[in-house]
């Protein structure tokens, strides 16, 4: 099997764009909670890739109608290049950025953030292959102490990194994030589910992370 590359979106954001930013739009819609979902969140879907997730209540989910029609937008884009590149992403139908989402809240002067991206697989890639290549491209954006773990979900096993990264930030100033990723295989699709915060807010984020990721669910 040749070598992959995994998609890593790595973004946090500085503070300005607060609870205005579009909550549900083109491609994600609200649905009603199911039983076990998380107290405190909102279970979100995406009808054109067929999966849902629970996220906090108060977090925001932004997607490609979002920028043309929210300046808050442009000027968040503006403040943070990276997250720029990841607007633009979501613009194109084959990106595979498929959901991004912004907490409403800001701490510190940053926000936290998750986004879901989907990466094409070979069918018989194992759990263990997955482990081993996404450690290779976590090696490869030089992430800092990762650390890579097996997980069992409710509808499958699931691979959790959890690792420190550098990226732009407020005019190009480098900042460290502390993220968790979680990659989810169904079929031919791997799922990256990755929560960003900074490295004081992540400890207490955690467990919120990993009962959000525990919700994630792929099928009509």
Sequence with gaps: MGRQTFPLVVVLLVAGCGSHASKTSTHAVVVPAKT???PGMTVHRVPGQRFSIALPRRWRVIDASSLANDPRLKK???DNPEFADELRALA???SPLK?????SHETGGYRTTMNITTQQVSSKMTTATLKKELGRTLAVRNAIDPVLIELGFPNGSAIWASFKIRVRARQLQTVVTADNLFAIKHGTTVYYLTYIAS???????EKTFADSARTFRVGS
């Design 76 to 78: 968040l884009a503006a």
């Design 199 to 205: 490295p004081t807010l992540e400890p207490g984020l």
């Design 99 to 103: 959901l991004l989402a912004v907490d």
């Design 36 to 38: 076990g979902t998380p």
């Design 92 to 94: 194109h139908p084959g």
